[in-house]
Nanobody, 116 residues
Framework: QVQLVESGGGSVQPGGSLRLSCAAS????????KAWFRQAPGNQRRDLVA????????DYGDFVKGRFTISGDNDKNTVYLQMNSLKPEDTAVYYC?????????WGQGTQVTVSS
């Protein structure tokens, strides 16, 4: 059984930084893409924050605008999200998601709160 566990969330002031991590356990096969999504308060939709392929190609949501960087460790099936210049509107629950050839997996989420 595959499980994804996020860590690194917390509270930070505007302009601050956080680094999220997502670690996987279980038998992951044919992992293709690792991604981060977020769900803002009161929003039922999860928005794509960033994604990275096994080959290292990165994609970002428009709202990131150079502030966040995704990275991955293929050997450890781990993905990271470095978030800089955080804004109050970045407040959300952040989820990692793994796309594999045998199905997609979500983590349980980690809260990020940006306020003064």
């Amino acid at each position: 059984q595959v499980q994804l566990v996020e860590s690194g969330g917390g509270s930070v002031q505007p302009g601050g930084s956080l680094r999220l991590s997502c670690a996987a356990s279980g038998n992951i096969r044919r992992l293709n893409v690792k991604a981060w999504f977020r769900q803002a308060p009161g929003n039922q939709r999860r928005d794509l924050v960033a994604a990275i392929t096994n080959e290292g190609r990165e994609d970002y949501g428009d709202f990131v605008k150079g502030r966040f960087t995704i990275s991955g460790d293929n050997d450890k099936n781990t993905v990271y999200l470095q978030m800089n210049s955080l804004k109050p509107e970045d407040t959300a629950v952040y989820y990692c998601k793994y796309y594999t050839g045998e199905g997609d997996y979500w983590g349980q989420g980690t809260q990020v709160t940006v306020s003064s």
